[in-house]
């Protein structure tokens, strides 16, 4: 296997490169030349991320229905990656709060650092 050159991300070309290829070696075995490759990749894109986002001063699920909207993604869409369409309207309509799979599974899936899905927030009660 081959290992690239990496160097500071700057469009989002080279954000989506640089990401395709993270998802191609996620699994390597570590001490192999990917493996290091894949720990810098990691670092080069939070750089990226944390550089490029300017994220709203919002709630969680707002903060979730912005990128929903940002990736063209429906509420199906979550739930395939969680695995449960209930939870998912339960979390988008404030009715139940967000577990921690759903906080990394949504992070990875919409690009959202996870310190911003941790924020408390108010559920909406029926009483």
Do not use: C
Not at 59 to 66: F, G, N, S
Not at 85 to 101: M, P
């Amino acid at each position: 296997m081959k290992v690239l050159n990496w160097f500071l991300i700057e469009t989002e070309q080279e954000y989506e490169r640089a990401t395709a290829r993270y998802e191609e070696i996620k699994a390597v075995s570590k001490g192999t030349p990917q493996h290091k490759e894949k720990l810098l990749l990691a670092h080069l894109i939070s750089e990226y991320e944390n550089k490029e986002s300017e994220l709203p001063d919002v709630d969680p699920v707002e903060m979730i229905k912005i990128r929903m909207e940002d990736f063209g993604y429906k509420s199906s869409d979550l739930a395939e990656a969680y695995g449960d369409k209930g939870t998912i309207s339960k979390v988008l309509n404030y009715k139940q709060s967000l577990s921690l799979t759903m906080i990394r599974k949504f992070s990875k899936l919409l690009h959202i650092p996870a310190e911003a899905l941790v924020k408390e927030y108010e559920l909406k009660t029926n009483i």
